[in-house]
């Protein structure tokens, strides 16, 4: 493939600005375009969603005889123009914060999903990726993000006649791809070769727009490569675990080397999950290389604005490779750096690079490296900031699990991606044209909207998901299911009228996809109720290796099957983008009930927020944030992290409370109508709904607050830490290392005070000033009280003594031994204690 490939020879002058537009993913969330593309060829558009694709397959004699097509033209020059206006148009950031991040903000991920014709995504993690780039291009913010471009992507799925999944990897032509080669100036393809054992690997460098920010894409399809080489970016998430370090190489130090190809110097490097994580360290030898330092300055210097969101919710989602494997495809990118072999397996581990048992081989953890690396660390909810505080405690062996640095963003949807025309419509009524590019309110006067039409609303919706579900059935060769009725196999028993239940995604364990299936009679009994009956649409993929995920869907559809559910509970096979924007808008209730703490967010609910629909959870992620009564409905409400462990412990009563929850609450509610034939009660719950969680729970939030909370005040930093200063700060640290192990405490003394006690503790510090020393009482909660953190005063010297102080601290009266004394590192310009763990505790 050549760049003759993307020169538009054949589109005429005067619709020479239909190539821009193409390449501009922003057709993917702004459809004030689908007329457009669908005039020039209505079957591609309608088959595939892919503007570039109907650009490229449309003939040239189409083309001209278009551009003299007076209503072509109108909508032509309509859609120039709306793209002119967006592109100039000022935006939150360049009204709120102009220049504070003009060096940009540099964002990697492992997948991204943007829209079903770009297949670069699996699941939760890349459609957060794609939300998050749309939102920071709807916002203005200058994000630069970076990727792979897999020739088959993620697996595509069907079922066999007996319900088994098979999995299909079918080529994607990247001319064909929404993508166009990233080149320089001089119009030359930009390439990036990255040293691997015995020979350079070359990678070609794309570029998807997406709006305001571009998505920089790698692939090592090159003909020059070696065979295995040209398939590392093959697939996503296949292979073994030789590829996957190949790949997270080529997506970390690859991608960093590929922004400063392009003269690019991000004021952050932002990465999303710990796939990326190689990125810190490419950036630490960059800069130490520019400012002639040592990897340890560079380090202490770059981790500022180093942010390292976790999506994992267990230790097995973390990535690591054995030691063997990380000498043999990184010893050569260490040669003309002093990285080193150990320093490079201290940096990716808790303990020094060693193997946590005798006899097995040390291993890299890639999270340990992003947190090495790192100067800040969020999960994605606050459960699931408590779990990644567990998770990470072998990381701070000394600090109780309240006291690791773990912070919290909730993630976002970008609520564009997914409205229906209808629900659109009501929003645009009630919050005006733009209200997803500005920051929204908690709320929105969807007051002005009636109950009528609300109903409607979802009326519309759920009609419209029918009819795309018995689409969908067609092509799933439905006719042919043997033994089944072809009118049920077909979808054409399923009601318009009826409450539809929707779960979409991915099949495993601990999503607990079959919660519904363990009361199958109690189930049959909801389905068939003659007067109050449900329906149920299912989607998802089981991990080509996940056997027990395979199972669980084998079991739904051989549940469907029989007689009794024929009809009334359907499976649309080959779960992506698509799919799950149809059925988030139309069904009435979503279903997410995985094992508590597992699921770390658990973004799809989110997703039907903006539509109407209403979520029916188990109380973990975001939904243990936004539940209510009268929101929605939540399986064990106030579950906590703290009195619950990652086990199966509660499957069986947190089904029956599923069924409860139907049986008594969401079922009647929905059929429960006045005379008008509305269910009152229901359509209040919508809008409470609505009105509350759609904004708050909007990748628009959630990107305000990474720029707020993280990326100015982490720029802000990070620009305190030039060289200079980064060479005391090292200088420092590494002579309070060499004094901290003689570091202890005194005597300790407590005196009652007044209803309260006053506790005197001597410390001794030996080489260390005591400015650079925090005294500290900790008390954990018991049931004499919260957990406590006192900060103790430093009252005088202690005679006799080099470096030995008497500290103080009037506290609430406890039972003895309840307050420990500790002695942590005191230091403003730091993040403490990620960035020195170092922590003394009196015995």
Known sequence: MTLAAYTPRHIPEALADLFTIALDLRWSWHHGSDELWRAIDAETWNATGNAWLVLNSVSGDRLDTLAVDDNFNDLYRKQVEAH????????????????????????????????????????????????????????GVPVTAVGLLYQQGYFR?????????????????????????????????????????????????????????????????????????????????????????????????????????????????????????????????????????????????????????THTSVEAGFDQFPSHLIRLYLEPWMEGTDVTMDKLMVLGSSNGGHSRRAGDEATLNMAFLGLNMGGRLNGVSDI?????????????????????PVESVTNGVHTPSWDSRHSDSLWTKACGKDRWRRPMAFSCPMETITDEELWQMRQAERSDLISYLQE????????????????????????????????????????????????????????????????????????????????????????????????????????????AARLIQGVDVWLNNPRHPWEACGTSGMKILVNGGLNLSQYDGWWAEAWEPGLGWAIRPGASFAELSNSNEHDHSDA????????????????????????????????????????????????REYVETFYLPMAANGALRTPAEARNLLEEYQELECYWPRLRFGAMEIKPENGMERVLVNAFLDGIAESRIQVELVAEETECGPRSIVVMERTHALEGTLRGYAYEALVDARPPGHYTPRMRVRDDRLNLPLESPKVVWMR
């Not at 701070?396 to 690791?404: C, G, H, L, T, V």
């Open 157 to 309: 799925q069907t079922l066999d006649a007996d319900g088994d999944q098979l999995e299909f990897y079918p080529f994607h032509d990247p001319t064909m791809l929404p993508v166009s080669p990233l080149t320089d100036p001089e119009g030359q393809w930009i390439r990036v070769n990255l040293p691997f054992p015995g020979r350079e690997v070359r990678l070609r460098a794309w570029r998807a727009q997406v709006g305001r920010c571009e998505l920089l894409l790698l692939d090592s399809n090159d003909p020059r490569n070696e065979p295995g080489d040209r398939g590392i970016t093959s697939e996503l998430y296949g292979g073994s675990p030789e590829k996957r370090l190949q790949q997270e190489i080529v997506l970390g130090i690859g991608g960093w080397r590929l922004l400063n190809e392009l003269g690019l110097d991000p004021a952050i490097c932002h990465i999303n999950e710990g796939h990326s994580a190689f990125a810190f360290l490419e950036r630490a030898v960059q800069w130490a290389q520019i400012h002639g330092t040592d990897i340890e300055t560079a380090r202490l210097a770059t981790r500022a604005t180093n942010l390292f969101t």
């Open 384 to 404: 699931h900031r408590q779990v990644t505080q567990a998770l990470l405690q072998p990381y701070f062996p000394r600090w109780p699990r309240q006291d690791i």
């Open 656 to 703: 029956d409370q599923l069924y409860e929850l139907l049986e008594t609450s969401v079922i009647p509610e929905f059929y429960d109508v006045d005379m008008e034939g509305r269910p009152k009660a229901w359509i209040a719950r919508i809008r409470r709904s609505m009105n509350q969680l759609t904004a708050r729970y909007s990748a628009n939030r959630m990107v």
């Open 84 to 139: 002119r206006e967006f592109s100039r148009a000022a935006t939150w950031y360049s009204d709120t914060y102009p220049g504070k991040l003009d060096r940009g903000v540099a964002f990697f991920c492992m997948e991204y999903g943007l829209a079903e014709s770009l297949p670069l995504y699996s699941g939760g993690l890349g459609v957060l990726a794609g939300d998050f780039l749309k939102a920071s291009s709807d916002l």
């Open 472 to 579: 969908k059935l067609k092509s799933q060769h439905c006719e042919h299911a043997p033994g089944n009725n072809p009118n049920a196999a077909c979808g054409l028993l399923l009601d318009r009228e009826t409450l539809t239940l929707g779960f979409a995604r991915r099949f495993t364990e601990y999503k607990r996809p079959d919660l519904l299936l363990t009361d199958e009679t109690r189930l049959l009994a909801l389905l068939n109720n003659q007067d109050r009956p449900i329906q149920i649409v299912l989607a998802g993929k089981a991990h080509p290796r996940d056997d027990y995920g395979k199972q669980i869907i084998k079991r739904w559809r051989t549940f469907a099957s029989q007689p009794a559910a024929e009809g009334k509970v359907v499976f649309i096979e080959d779960y992506d983008l698509a799919v």
